[in-house]
């Protein structure tokens, strides 16, 4: 497990001039990850599955879930989805990925639509896992999705929390802080055209609290058997945290 990185969360941008960004920077999105990951975030989506082992007939939540990537990435993976429904705040996001799962004729299964993380339009008990992956940072309140995606768990379901992180590591981390600041903004800036949207990345990443004060979060709204899962050499971290079983 990482080591709690000190440097305290930002303050939030305003949820309407974020999705608006995720809007701008949509036509490009799946490349520009692929590109700026060197497609580590379709290993690190895929090795979500592994949390879900021995968990049959999902019902998943997926937030943020922008063009669907991380739904169909555990459907690649082997992961036993009933249902799965994609909910954001981008409807240019949302339009692509609404078009991806149509073409690999997903439609039945997997439904995206317009919706926050705070304020999840579910009841109770609702899914079985819930996922959000490189989302998380940029919600407005995160303590607040945090207890809206333990509220829609059944009990004993499973949250699944991939986030970009800082590495522990000080050559590590200083090389990965230097791409972030320096190599980051310039590349997605190139790609998509908007590089402020890429240099609100890098100080997102750096700011957004990770390792074990990530976990204190997820404690704090109510999961249980919380654990860490750093990846490549620290860069992302996958969070589980499980809702707590019926008495």
């Known amino acids: 497990m990482t080591t709690p990185d000190p ?8 949820p309407e001039s974020v999705w608006r960004m995720f809007d701008r920077i949509a036509p490009r999105y ?9 497609r580590r975030d379709v290993a690190w989506r895929r090795r979500m599955a592994d949390d879900l082992r021995g968990r049959s007939a999902l019902r998943l939540l997926d937030l943020a879930t922008g063009t669907g990537d991380q739904i169909l990435h555990l459907l690649d993976a082997g992961a036993d989805l009933a249902s799965a429904v994609g909910i954001d705040m981008s409807e240019e996001m949302l339009a692509r990925g609404r078009e991806k799962v149509r073409q690999r004729g997903l439609a039945a299964r997997v439904d995206l639509r317009a919706g926050d993380a705070t304020q999840v339009s579910f009841p109770d008990a609702s899914f079985d896992a819930v996922t959000i992956s490189f989302g998380i940072r940029n919600v407005g309140d ?33 090389g990965y802080v230097f791409y972030l600041r320096h190599l980051l903004p310039g590349i997605g800036g190139v790609v998509s055209g908007d590089s402020s949207a890429y240099r609100y990345l890098n100080r997102t990443i750096e700011a957004f609290p990770s390792g074990e004060a990530f976990c204190a979060l997820m404690r704090e709204a109510g999961f249980v058997q919380v654990a860490a899962q750093p990846l490549t050499l620290g860069v992302a971290t996958i969070y589980r945290g499980d809702a707590p079983s019926s008495a």
């Open 7 to 14: 440097t305290p969360a930002p303050s939030p941008a305003a």
């Open 30 to 38: 799946d490349l520009l990850n692929r590109v700026l990951s060197g």
């Open 142 to 174: 995160v303590p607040l999705a945090l207890r809206e995606m333990r509220r829609v768990l059944r009990p004993g379901g499973r949250a699944l929390i991939l986030e970009f992180s800082l590495p522990t590591r000080t050559l590590v981390r200083a």
